[in-house]
Nanobody, 122 residues
Framework: QVQFVESGGGLVQPGGSLRLSCAAS????????MGWYRQAPGKQRELVAK???????TYVDSVKGRFTISRDNGKNTVYLQMKSLKPEDTAVYYC????????????????WGQGTQVTVSS
């Protein structure tokens, strides 16, 4: 199995910054993509950003230029640097790993972290 440690959420004022991190552990052989999704109350979960093992990145339009995703493949850790935060960024942010291969299993699968709350408010 794969376990996650997410950190970095919290309360911040509009215009402020936060850095989320998510470390995956377990008998991991490889991970194709790591990313962050978010879900605000009453809304569907949406992709915020993701990064492949090769470094290709994808961002939702609303965070382009404000958020930066990065990854440490050796540590199976993904980071999300969030700047110029807005109240509409308030949500539970979930770490996602896509195409995870674990030792002893032939089938890749996806995993989710437990989520971390980000609240942007004055």
């Amino acid at each position: 199995q794969v376990q996650f440690v997410e950190s970095g959420g919290g309360l911040v004022q509009p215009g402020g910054s936060l850095r989320l991190s998510c470390a995956a552990s377990g008998r991991i052989f490889s991970i194709y993509a790591m990313g962050w999704y978010r879900q605000a109350p009453g809304k569907q979960r949406e992709l915020v950003a993701k990064i492949t093992s090769g470094g290709s990145t994808t961002y939702v339009d609303s965070v382009k230029g404000r958020f930066t995703i990065s990854r440490d493949n050796g540590k199976n850790t993904v980071y999300l640097q969030m700047k110029s935060l807005k109240p509409e960024d308030t949500a539970v942010y979930y770490c996602n790993t896509e195409g995870v291969r674990v030792v002893g299993s032939s089938q890749p699968r996806d995993y989710w972290g437990q989520g971390t709350q980000v609240t942007v408010s004055s």
